[in-house]
Every structure is written in C-alpha cells, then in structure tokens.
C-alpha cells in the first residue's frame, strides 16, 4: 500500500502543457450534455406543476431524473469496460437529447416521469464516461486545475442555460425549451469518433462497491451528496419559492448560482494545485450551507440573491476539491469508479433534496423548509472534518 500526503509538494519543472486535442473534442461533448441537462432542469419541474400539480409533483420530476442517473451511473463503469468510452458517450448524448422532443407530446404526469427517467439515464452515461475520460486526457501535475477548467467548461452552458430555460418557457413556450436542449445534445454526437475509445491505466480497478467500502473515498462523497441536497432544492424550488412578481429576480438568481460556482470552482482547482485541496472541503461546505440559511428569507430580493450566491461560491469550493481529492486516492484505473462515486453522490443529493423538500414545504412553507434544509447539512461536518485531519491517503487501494 502505497501512502502519500494530500498537500502538494512544491514542484519546480516547467508545468505539462493542459490542452490537447482529445480533451478539446471532449469539451465539445461536455458542453452539449451540460447546454441539454440545465436547459430543461428547472423548466420541467414547473411544465409539470402547469398540468395542476403542487410541489411534490415538481420534485417527483426532478427526482425522477435524479434516480434514473443514480442506477445508470453506478452500472456505467461495467459498461465502460465491455463497449469502450465513445459508445457510452454516444448513447448518452442520444438519451438526454431525444427524450425531450417526446416531452410536447402530453403533460400527463407518468410520461413526464418516463422521459425525466430516459433523460436520467443517459446523463449518467456521459457524466461517468466522460468524468473517467477527462481525468485520464489530465496531467496529473494540473489536475486540479484541469478539472476546474473542465469545470468552468462545464458551468458556462449552466450559467447560460439554466436562467435561459425559464425565460425562454415564459416568452417562447415549453416546446422551444424542449427542442433546444434535444439540439443541444444530439449535435455534440460529432465529436464523439474523435475521441479516445480505450486508455491505458495504471493499477489496478476498483469497483464501485470497494469504493463505497473506502473511507478515503466516501468521506468526500458524503459532503458533495448534502451539499448537491441543497442544489437540488435551488433549481426546482426557487422558482416557485420567490414571489409571483419577481420572474425576472429568479431569472437573475439563476444565473447568480452557476457564475459563483464556476469561478469558485476554478479559484479552488488553481489553489488546490499549489497547497492542497484538502483544506477547502470544510469551507465550502459552510459557506453552502449559509446560503442555504440565507434563502429562508425568500421575500427579500436582495437577500435571496446573496443567498444563491454565497451557496454557489461554497458548492463550487466543495465540488473542486472533492472531486480532485478522490481521484487522487485511487489509481488511473480507478477513474471509472470515482467519477461514477462522485456523480452518485451529485445525483443522488440533488434528488433526494428535491423530493424531501416537496414534502417538507408543504408541511413549513418555503421559508422554514429553506432553514432547516441548511441547518441539516452541518451534519456533513463530521466526516469533513474526519477527512481533514487523516495525516495519510491512499492512493493504491
């Protein structure tokens, strides 16, 4: 078992070029799946709330997609080493993309369900394959600051598209949305025969049920899940949660949520790299829980825009240096596994936030439902601070 020091030596070589062709052609896939993903992310909660359900009906939409993307992305590693990265990636553009034409078929409840599921389901397979196969076009002295990029390359179509799906649903209509995102997706498949099908990785594979068993592992796993709670509830719930007269402020917040985030995600990865991301997951996860505190106040404006702003910083502090913390612990030939463990735990705390706190407004109200979801997520405390103080990580497991 090899030991190695979650700090960062310094290093005095000239630093690996970052950029290269098959990590170029790779963001063109990211940058489709992220465009179709958040287009629709919070338009479909309230699409189905038209039909004349409450919020348990939104959050069983969003939930639905977060369950499909839970199952596929713990099956995704096997499928990976059967078919190879460009067929997943392929089937997973075509899932996200097609699914949602079918959307301006009905607004019954259960095809809204069906669709969300397909949709789900083809977000895991280019989150995971796409997660192990950018780590794997990295050099591994810029890891941080690679996934930070890929982050931000990732962030600016949320950025982008999350507020412009609710203003284009309100000024265009839901089939516009629908068919943008289904564009978005399915004209990112051109860049798949480009990529990498297969990489050569040192160590040997870690399965997701030894990961789930690894405390260096599912320690950081367990703060991205109560934090990803959180966005889960930002995205479904916001809208609906502000005022009747503030459209245009849920558009702003929006927008303020995913630009906060993917700068703090770049300034953590650039920070990471040089002193260790270690020392980042415990404030950002304060930081993501006070802005969860500050939404209570949903009637002030102000506050409310502070609020997703101060969450945002602290979930893209938490998302960086968790992320580049457990691909740190694992051999290349893990990669597979952490990015399926990571999405997981995303995927899984985005949904399950959506779904209890439907439930939960309806017994509070937004205000009350907002305060306690962030006094519950200082339960992550724990295994934060659990990780920061282990001297040691593994990095053969």
């Given amino acids: 078992m090899t030991e190695t020091h979650d700090s960062a030596s310094p290093v005095f070589a000239p630093r690996p070029p970052l950029l290269s062709r098959p990590l170029l052609l790779r963001f ?12 629709l992310l919070s338009v479909v909660p309230g699409y189905a709330t038209a039909g004349g359900g409450g919020g348990g009906t939104a959050g069983l939409a969003t939930g639905a997609l977060m369950l499909a993307t839970v199952v596929g992305e713990l099956a995704t590693p096997v499928i990976i080493n059967r078919y190879g990265y460009r067929v997943v990636l392929a089937v997973g553009l075509g899932l996200l993309g097609a699914p949602a034409l079918a959307l301006t078929c009905s607004r019954q409840l259960w095809w809204i369900v069906v669709v969300c599921l397909l949709r789900g389901l083809g977000f895991a397979f280019t989150v995971v394959a796409g997660g192990a196969l950018t780590a794997s076009l990295i050099p591994v002295e810029r890891r941080g600051e690679g996934l930070a ?8 179509p949320s950025l982008v598209a999350l507020p412009l799906g609710v203003w284009l649903a309100a000024h ?9 995102g289904a564009v978005a997706a399915l004209a990112a498949l051109v860049s798949v025969p480009g990529l990498p099908d297969r990489i050569r990785a040192s160590g040997r594979p870690v399965g997701v049920a030894e990961g789930l068993r690894t405390v260096e592992l599912r320690r950081p796993a367990v703060v991205v899940a109560v934090t990803a709670v959180a966005a889960g509830v930002v995205v479904t719930f916001l809208p609906l949660a502000a005022p009747a007269s503030a459209t245009g402020l849920v558009a702003v917040a929006l927008f303020v949520q995913p630009a906060t985030a993917t700068v703090a995600r770049w300034l953590a990865g650039w920070y990471g790299d040089r002193r260790g991301p270690g020392g980042l997951v415990m404030p950002g996860l304060l930081l993501s829980a006070a802005g969860t505190l500050m ?10 825009v502070c609020a997703v702003g101060v969450f945002g910083i602290g979930f893209g502090i938490t998302q960086n240096a968790t992320l580049t913390l457990m691909y740190a612990r694992v051999p290349a030939a893990g990669f597979g596994t952490v990015s399926a463990l990571w999405n997981l735990a995303y995927d899984a705390g985005m949904g399950v936030g959506a779904v209890a706190f439907g439930w939960l407004v309806a017994g509070t109200g937004y205000p009350w439902a907002f305060a306690l979801t962030g006094t519950a997520m200082l339960t992550a ?8 103080h282990a001297r040691t990580t593994t990095t053969n497991l």
């Avoid at 063109?28 to 287009?39: E, N, P, Q």
């Avoid at 990029?149 to 600016?156: I, S």
């Avoid at 939404?295 to 409310?304: D, E, G, I, R, Y």
């Avoid at 405390?381 to 920061?388: G, Q, S």
């Fill in 172 to 180: 265009a209509g839901y089939g516009a949305v629908f068919t943008a």
């Fill in 381 to 388: 405390l724990a295994p934060a601070w659990r990780d920061r």
């Fill in 295 to 304: 939404m209570a106040l949903t009637n002030s404006p102000v506050t409310l």
């Fill in 149 to 156: 990029l890929v982050g931000v390359v990732g962030g600016v």
């Fill in 28 to 39: 063109v896939s990211i940058v489709g799946a992220s465009t179709s993903f958040y287009l």
